[in-house]
């Protein structure tokens, strides 16, 4: 069984910053990629940072300059470091991870977190 636990979401305002960690556990062999999507109310899910055990890191556009996605593998965490927050940045903030396990590769999600950005 493996389980995504989130933390760090909250309220703060445009301008302001927040980061949020993800931590992996349970039982596999390796984490082949970990990262960030976000869904707002009445939208579809989005990704917005990934990072490979190898180190490659994806952003969408939006966040490109603004969000810093990072990875401690000895942890098995992935952290999303969020500056410059907008309000449109508002959403349910979910951890991604691809995981290597004895029978497969799986993907698993975290619960969610919220963060909201107020004007």
């Known amino acids: 069984q493996v389980q995504l636990v989130e933390s760090g979401g909250g309220l703060v305002q445009a301008g302001g910053s927040l980061r949020l960690s993800c931590a992996a556990s349970?039982?596999?062999?390796?984490?082949?990629?970990m990262g960030w999507h976000r869904q707002a109310p009445g939208k579809q899910r989005e990704l917005v940072a990934t990072?490979?055990?190898?180190?490659?890191?994806n952003y969408v556009d939006s966040v490109k300059g603004r969000f810093t996605v990072s990875r401690d593998n000895a942890k098995n965490t992935v952290y999303l470091q969020m500056n410059s927050l907008k309000p449109e940045d508002t959403s349910v903030y979910y951890c991604?991870?691809?995981?290597?396990?004895?029978?497969?590769?799986?993907?698993?999600w975290g619960q969610g977190t919220q963060v909201t950005v107020s004007s």
């Open positions: 990072v490979t055990s190898g180190g490659e890191i």
């Open positions: 349970g039982r596999f062999l390796s984490i082949i990629i």
């Open positions: 991604y991870a691809y995981i290597r396990t004895n029978a497969s590769f799986s993907g698993y």
